[in-house]
């Protein structure tokens, strides 16, 4: 059974590029508390909560501790145990510290990475419509072809916490047309 708390609007963290990394003018998205992790395997929890919504392609473990990005798809990741210290938006970006239950939308182009966690530290990742995901560092060479990619990117079609009526879309949609 889905346990979602009451609707939680999300923090809005906006990361322009820095010339190593694009970042993205659609801001990442952090859903505080917003489904309970009280279950014997949490981690179901967040993967059929997400592959409800079209969030599938879905695995269990940490986040990487170099700084990374996707360009083929957005990511959402859930956390399921334990707690970390995110960077997000490269060097210069915002450090996070996420916990049990926090889920956080990361667009496509934006820089993560895990600078500390607990030993138990867990994460759900899964991509809107089940994309299969790249991983680039920010290296030369990487652009313009992440650029190109990043582009053209649809809109995925839900939220990956409360789908078609969520924030997500009218978010994403408001940032992209005020980009323009």
Same mark, same amino acid.
Do not use: C
């Given at each position: 059974?889905?346990?979602?708390?009451?609707?939680?609007?999300?923090?809005?963290?906006?990361? /322009?590029?820095? $010339?190593?990394?694009p970042n993205s003018p659609l801001p990442l998205l952090l859903?505080?508390?917003?489904?309970?992790?009280?279950? %014997?395997?949490?981690?179901?929890?967040?993967? %059929?909560?997400?592959?409800? *919504?079209?969030?599938? #392609?879905?695995?269990?473990? $940490? +986040?990487?501790?170099?700084?990374?990005?996707?360009?083929?798809? !957005? %990511?959402? @990741?859930?956390?399921?145990? =334990?707690? &970390?210290?995110?960077?997000? $938006?490269?060097? !210069?970006? /915002? *450090?996070?510290? +996420? #916990?049990? $239950?926090?889920?956080?939308?990361?667009?496509?182009?934006? &820089?993560?990475? *895990?600078?500390?966690?607990?030993? *138990?530290? =867990?994460?759900?990742?899964?991509?809107?419509? =089940?994309? !299969?995901?790249? @991983? @680039?560092? =920010?290296?030369?060479? %990487?652009?313009? /072809?992440?650029?190109? #990619?990043?582009?053209? @990117?649809?809109?995925?079609?839900n939220d990956p916490i409360y789908g078609a009526e969520g924030?997500?879309r009218r978010i994403w949609k408001d940032a992209g047309a005020?980009? /323009?």
């Open positions: 059974m889905i346990q979602q708390q009451d609707f939680v609007q999300p923090e809005q963290f906006p990361f /322009k590029d820095d $010339g190593v990394f859903y505080r508390r917003a489904i309970t992790t009280d279950a %014997e395997d949490p981690a179901s929890i967040f993967e %059929e909560h997400f592959a409800e *919504n079209d969030w599938s #392609n879905s695995w269990r473990d $940490g +986040v990487y501790s170099f700084p990374h990005y996707h360009s083929t798809s !957005h %990511e959402v @990741l859930g956390v399921y145990s =334990g707690m &970390a210290t995110l960077r997000l $938006g490269g060097e !210069h970006g /915002k *450090n996070v510290e +996420v #916990n049990p $239950g926090d889920v956080i939308v990361i667009p496509a182009g934006v &820089a993560h990475q *895990n600078i500390g966690a607990s030993d *138990n530290f =867990g994460v759900v990742g899964a991509y809107p419509g =089940g994309r !299969h995901w790249d @991983l @680039l560092r =920010g290296l030369p060479g %990487e652009r313009p /072809k992440a650029d190109h #990619n990043i582009a053209a @990117l649809p809109m995925p079609e924030p997500l005020s980009s /323009k």
